[in-house]
């Protein structure tokens, strides 16, 4: 048993060593570009209020959860907080104090399930971790569906924005157009926007907290151009017609890299798989010779080894075949 803990642990250290890595390449560019973008918007919009007023949302944030106190606890925190705008922008209905029951108890039972399968007291630890994190990892996922939909129906909203204020419509009421005719998510998003300024909140902070909602760089544009129209005047139709035909634009380069890149992010696939649908297969043709990779030491830190440079090598792969467009 404790034999087993030091390369358990070993591996733990490793992957989040590379995991931090590549978050630093890869991350921290679009992070202080973003950071960079957020100034430009504040310095454009001043809030309205004073700094000594207490501000308090017009609208809920979110849905409480299972346990409304531990709800109001944990949003004091940074990590609360995160996840709770990360269950907002995956527009699940779903408190924080829900989420976390959910982590818990689906690290017990991939706990369980990983001692079963090894036999061993050793698979409680990474069954547990990997249980605890997968609904945040699910979440992810759904937020970042979520806002790639989002982005290709923007410039839809775009032009419906501009054909109503062409016809004589005030922005407000386009934004409640937009909010009426689109589906999810672009409808809900301009939705609390729309009521947001419409039951009291200045029209620039209802404006900011839709680009906070939908952290996307279009969006960005869309916000900073209107708060700038709205200070030095100008045909506002005209200007989102120009960003909507950007934004397809990009869409049409973005789709032809897709198309570019396609054989490699295949490839970073086929090489994740492979080792381990061997191993199944090899599982049922010669138990005996798997057997060899668990039981002994040696074949343990062979198996941490690969799965630490299978890895390493997807996410070069993954990291050669992005481009930023």
Do not use: C
Not at 50 to 59: A, I, K, S, W
Not at 130 to 158: I, N, Q
Not at 247 to 262: D, G, H, M, P, S
Request: glycine content about 10%.
């Amino acid at each position: 048993m404790s034999g087993a803990i030091v390369p358990l642990l070993m591996f733990v250290i490793g992957v989040g060593v590379i995991m931090g890595g590549y978050a630093l390449v890869t991350w921290m560019p679009g992070a202080l570009t973003r950071r960079r973008i957020d100034g430009r918007i504040s310095d454009v919009a001043r809030p309205t209020l004073q700094e000594d007023t207490p501000h308090t949302p017009v609208l809920r944030r979110q849905v409480d959860g299972a346990m409304p106190a531990i709800d109001r606890v944990l949003e004091q925190t940074g990590m609360g907080a995160w996840l709770g705008t990360l269950i907002e922008q995956a527009g699940v209905r779903m408190g924080i104090s829900t989420l976390v029951l959910i982590s818990l108890g689906s690290a017990a039972v991939l706990g369980l399930t990983f001692v079963m399968l090894a036999k061993a007291g050793w698979g409680l630890l990474p069954g547990a971790i990997a249980g605890f994190v997968a609904p945040t990892l699910v979440l992810m996922r759904k937020r970042t569906s979520r806002l790639r939909k989002f982005e290709e129906m923007f410039p839809e909203a775009l032009d419906l924005l501009s054909r109503a204020i062409r016809a004589g419509h005030a922005f407000t009421t386009a934004m409640g157009m937009v909010a009426d005719e689109a589906s999810d998510p672009l409808g809900p998003e301009f939705r609390k926007t729309f009521d947001e300024q419409n039951f009291g909140m200045p029209l620039k902070d209802a404006l900011l907290n839709f680009s906070v909602r939908v952290p996307l760089m279009d969006v960005h544009f869309f916000v900073t151009a209107v708060l700038i129209q709205r200070e030095t005047g100008g045909n506002l139709s005209e200007i989102l017609d120009n960003l909507s035909h950007v934004v397809r634009e990009r869409f049409k380069i973005l789709r032809q890299v897709r198309v570019y890149t396609a054989h490699g992010r295949l490839t970073g696939y086929v090489l994740m798989g492979l080792p381990a649908a061997l191993a199944i297969a090899l599982s049922f043709i010669n138990p005996d010779h798997m057997n060899l990779l668990f039981n002994e030491k040696m074949g343990r830190m062979m198996i941490l080894a690969s799965i630490v440079m299978q890895t390493i090598g997807y996410f070069w792969i993954r990291k050669v075949v992005t481009i930023e467009v």
